[in-house]
């Protein structure tokens, strides 16, 4: 399929997520290079298309709608499903948000294509989309898309954004189309807020988790306090946030609970099953604190420290802080 002057078909990007929006248009960018196409962008305010063509896309496209930047997914399905419609779209980046991977599906659906959920690299080769996927808990398996448009899910710090500032390529304008918001096939009829941290994993630049090395919960004010040191999060292994209930099941990182990329991830008295590492094994730099030279989550670590997390964690947790402070 080609698009406008003989090109192949565009890549075309879209995140409720501003940040991870920013992320999809490098890798957007690297694919469309390789495909010989155009970059787009979706958005539904005005103003983050403007930035998403300062940013690098060729074409930026939002919609109005009434409804504000952040419409629900099945406003998205709709605007995606126009635009699949109405232009030449070989390749369709969603950002692998709760939002974007329900919108992703519905419109995966019907426009009755695959869709590739939470891919870690994606490559264009002989016109078709080549993904690596996590499958399994531990395994890397590498698909090819060939149908059209090829549509994926990118999760949040896969990729850096491109650089900020400059004026619009070419002094072109944003696009701005009007959307008829299809009739809501569900009434909401109550919402009760749900007993959580209100954490946002996937902005944390460090997170600090405990497993069950930590022997009782009033202890976890001692992880804490590195957390604290760190300037990061403090998240836990499924036994401590399931079974014994010390910490909200939002905090819970590993294969039944979120999956994160910081730049830090300090493993406080955690093993290493699979189940968790599978959660975490992306983070930038891995630190683990461990009794047992034999645990898993050492060969995860960049850097570890074979000691009692009783000892090991203040003592680190005040070497960060003289550090800040000097001497």
């Given at each position: 399929m080609t698009g406008e002057g003989g090109g192949a078909a565009g890549v075309w990007v879209f995140s409720e997520r501003h940040e991870l929006a920013l992320e999809l248009l490098s890798v957007g960018r690297h694919l469309a290079d390789q495909r010989g196409g155009r970059l787009a962008a979706v958005a539904f305010d005005s103003a983050r298309a403007a930035e998403y063509r300062a940013r690098g896309a060729d074409r930026s496209l939002a919609f109005e709608t009434g409804l504000g930047a952040d419409p629900t997914p099945d406003v998205a399905v709709a605007a995606l499903a126009s635009v699949v419609a109405g232009e030449e779209v070989g390749i369709l980046l969603i950002g692998a948000t709760a939002y974007g991977t329900e919108a992703a599906a519905r419109l995966a659906q019907r426009l009755r294509v695959g869709c590739a959920s939470d891919c870690l690299s994606l490559a264009a080769s002989d016109g078709a989309l080549v993904v690596e996927r996590r499958c399994l808990g531990r395994f890397v398996t590498r698909q090819r898309l060939a149908a059209t448009p090829a549509i994926a899910t990118v999760p949040p710090r896969r990729f850096d954004p491109p650089p900020g500032g400059g004026a619009v390529a070419g002094g072109a304008e944003v696009e701005v189309r009007a959307l008829e918001v299809p009739p809501r096939r569900v009434r909401v009829v109550e919402?009760?807020?749900?007993?959580?941290?209100?954490?946002?994993?996937?902005?944390?630049?460090?997170?600090?988790?405990?497993?069950?090395?930590?022997?009782?919960?009033?202890?976890?004010?001692?992880?804490?306090?590195?957390?604290?040191?760190?300037?990061?999060?403090?998240?836990?292994?499924?036994?401590?946030?399931?079974?014994?209930?010390?910490?909200?099941?939002?905090?819970?990182?590993?294969?039944?609970?979120?999956?994160?990329?910081?730049?830090?991830?300090i493993a406080c008295g955690v093993s290493g099953q699979i189940e968790h590492v599978v959660g975490m094994r992306e983070s930038r730099l891995v630190v683990a604190v461990n009794t047992d030279p034999e645990a898993p989550i050492l060969r995860e670590a960049d850097l570890f420290v074979v000691g009692d997390l009783y000892e090991v964690v203040p003592a680190l947790a005040r070497a960060i802080r003289c550090q800040r402070v000097g001497p």
């Open positions: 919402t009760r807020p749900r007993a959580i941290s209100q954490v946002a994993l996937g902005e944390a630049e460090a997170l600090v988790a405990v497993g069950r090395g930590l022997r009782r919960q009033e202890d976890l004010d001692l992880v804490r306090d590195l957390a604290d040191a760190v300037g990061g999060v403090l998240v836990a292994t499924r036994p401590l946030t399931d079974e014994l209930k010390w910490l909200p099941v939002d905090v819970k990182v590993g294969l039944s609970g979120q999956t994160v990329t910081p730049e830090l991830y």
